[in-house]
């Protein structure tokens, strides 16, 4: 069923020149996929005309009327409808995958490229659009065909999908071939073509609609698609009503890279506007009749092919199989580069359009996504890819490549992604979420069917659990997909208000409770240091007074050996020659002691140490002529002094 719809939107876009994939399948899923209902929603404002149209003035039916038939030989003859029967002009009329039965086999068109010295020749049926003949082109020379331009067509092909039948070829054609690059490389070498490609153009656009100017910048490498997509999110005009001025005159196509384009660099100055629309033809009649078109839709459903449907075999002669890289490796063991290495091989496949996919191992998704606290927390979003189903391409291609889903996705989801086309990669992927999430959410992975592959697993944190909240399986639509993204994004902004309110609860009782064990611990810190003020001054105060006792008894000690040492006080009237010593001390009174001439200085001093006295706390002053006698030589006599019979000297403090 996918595989036919994308025929259907194939042949739509054929017929109505709309490249934008998104706007063709809203009037496809509008006309719920009848191809004709949706031609006709989509031509009276749309900006080209069917292919079949060769004048406006001429009506719908009347141009199907004079539709030209081949006359080659290898194609069955078409029998010419008849002019008085509506029913069978519509009926002949139809695109769509089941064509009737008298112009089921196309012609044969046979193209003669000729690129370099040599002439390729490839055959193709007249039913197939211009990118089936490119990826043929590609096959056969290499050359991509985002970089072919085609020179020869008698009638230049306005879209990739434009059928050929539409351009009325002839049998034969001859088309020369020439890649972008060998154009651009007239002036710019190839050497330097890599190194345009990393510089950043900054592109100066005049929005002639809003009046506004945009500074864009743009790797060399982007195409100028991604320009006109990108000015299409902020104009609001689709890529195919945009008209530019600016480009250089050698740009033929879309797919031309800004280093291949010839714009200047570093800026450059373009300007865009919408196309006018054109005014609708009042004599165009609706291609399905009104006394039709109720038993024609049922017609149009029904895809049956006929069984004159038989398509020589030459057809698919120049057609050459390739083998699919796989988006991860057999047999991955690390998660991390499993992760690299499907994140590089998916937007190689389908395209810069993708979500942006986490790198690193499950349980590194989980903890980014649900376990963080509840304000910072996302949902996690498991994308599982299976290249053998059916419905990878479209879900790869148009949903998850959707501009709104991937909004949707960016603002809440962690995306991980991972390939089980290997049996050994599917069960390295449930032994993770096994020891991550438990065996219920291990099992409910292994038991999703493989024919609804590929899905989305959404995981969310709720109520201290980490769970799968839904699966979106690969048969959805858009709508539906946006449908269930939004209401598993609205079910977990529910749970987490509810979670950081409870998070905001307990962080106020934890804030109390640490200040009060901080008040507590402060208090407690300075009783501490009052208790250990206290001791260490009672500690000084010990130590002062053990030092003052041993100070005393040092004092008293030395005292006491001095007075063992002091000789005897000569009597009065012992002799002449007796010296009168008397000592003024510093509180005024006076000690008087004789001593015989000989007797050394430092006889004095003890004896004045005997008194209490010190001569480390004191010092011994004669009156004439003024001395410190206490800084003289201890071993001078008194005579050597000259003491006078009657000598007295002062006691002062030091």
């Not at 291949?260 to 009042?282: A, T």
């Not at 963080?372 to 879900?395: C, G, I, Q, W």
């Not at 008397?582 to 002691?593: Q, S």
């Amino acid at each position: 069923m996918a595989g036919l719809r994308d025929e259907i939107l194939a042949d739509f876009q054929g017929c109505t020149g709309i490249d934008d994939v998104g706007d063709a399948m809203k009037y496809l899923e509008e006309s719920n996929w009848d191809l004709l209902a949706a031609v006709n929603l989509a031509m009276p404002r749309g900006t080209q005309q069917l292919p079949s149209e060769m004048s406006p003035d001429i009506e719908m039916i009347e141009e199907i009327e004079r539709m030209p038939h081949s006359s080659s030989s290898t194609s069955q003859t078409v029998q010419e409808p008849k002019a008085n029967s509506k029913m069978d002009v519509v009926e002949n009329s139809k695109p769509g995958t089941s064509k009737p039965k008298n112009c089921a086999k196309g012609r044969m068109l046979t193209f003669h490229v000729n690129y370099l010295s040599t002439v390729y020749k490839i055959n193709l049926p007249e039913f197939s659009c211009l990118r089936d003949l490119k990826q043929l082109i590609w096959e056969k020379t290499n050359i991509p065909p985002c970089q072919q331009h085609l020179h020869g067509w008698k009638k230049v092909p306005e879209t990739l999908y434009t059928p050929l039948q539409s351009l009325y070829l002839p049998k034969e054609n001859t088309l020369y071939l020439s890649s972008t690059t060998e154009e651009v490389d007239v002036t710019t070498d190839n050497s330097s073509l890599s190194e345009h490609m990393t510089q950043t153009y900054t592109l100066n656009i005049q929005d002639e609609i809003h009046k506004k100017t945009y500074n864009l910048k743009f790797l060399g490498s982007s195409t100028i698609l991604d320009v006109k997509s990108g000015i299409y999110a902020l104009i609001d005009v689709p890529v195919r009503n945009q008209q530019w001025k600016g480009w250089p005159s050698s740009v033929q196509n879309d797919s031309v890279m800004l280093a291949q384009s010839g714009i200047s660099y570093p800026e450059h100055d373009l300007s865009v506007n919408e196309l006018p629309m054109k005014e609708e033809k009042k004599d165009v009649i609706d291609l399905a009749g009104s006394d039709s078109s109720v038993d024609e839709a049922d017609d149009v459903e029904e895809f049956d092919v006929p069984e004159s449907f038989n398509i020589e075999d030459d057809i698919f002669v120049d057609f050459k199989s390739t083998k699919i890289e796989r988006l991860m490796p057999e047999n991955v063991i690390d998660e991390t580069m499993g992760t690299l290495h499907f994140a590089e091989e998916f937007e190689k496949r389908y395209g810069a359009a993708h979500p942006e996919f986490f790198t690193g191992k499950f349980k590194d998704a989980v903890k980014e996504s649900c376990l963080k606290p509840a304000r910072e927390r996302k949902l996690l979003a498991v994308y599982l890819h299976h290249d053998n189903s059916v419905l990878t391409n479209v879900f790869c291609t148009q949903l998850l490549g959707f501009e709104t889903i991937l909004q949707v996705l960016s603002a809440n989801f962690i995306v991980w992604g991972w390939d089980i086309t290997y049996e050994s990669n599917k069960q390295r992927f449930l032994l993770s979420v096994k020891q991550t999430l438990g065996s219920v959410a291990a099992l409910a992975m292994k038991n999703i069917d493989v024919d609804t592959l590929p899905v989305l697993v959404i995981i969310m944190r709720t109520r201290s659990n980490t769970e799968i909240f839904t699966t979106v399986h690969g048969n959805v639509g858009v709508n539906e997909l946006l449908t269930n993204l939004i209401h598993a994004v609205d079910v977990f902004q529910e749970q987490r208000r509810t979670d950081i309110g409870v998070e905001e609860e307990r962080q106020a009782r934890e804030k109390v409770k640490q200040e009060q064990d901080r008040a507590y611990q402060e208090s407690l810190a300075a009783d501490r240091a009052k208790e250990y003020a206290k001791y260490m001054q009672e500690e000084l105060e010990k130590k002062r007074q053990e030092q003052e006792e041993n100070e005393k008894a040092r004092k008293e000690a030395h005292r006491q050996a001095v007075e063992s040492s002091l000789p005897p006080e000569p009597q009065q009237g012992a002799g002449v020659g007796v010296l009168k010593v008397k000592v003024r001390l510093p509180a005024g009174k006076f000690l008087e002691r004789r001593f015989q001439p000989d007797t050394p200085l430092q006889t004095l001093l003890n004896f004045l140490i005997v008194e209490g006295y010190p001569t480390e706390e004191y010092k011994l002053l004669s009156s004439w002529p003024r001395r410190d006698l206490t800084s003289m030589d201890s071993k001078l006599t008194l005579m050597d002094l000259k003491f006078c019979p009657q000598e007295t000297v002062i006691l002062e403090e030091r």
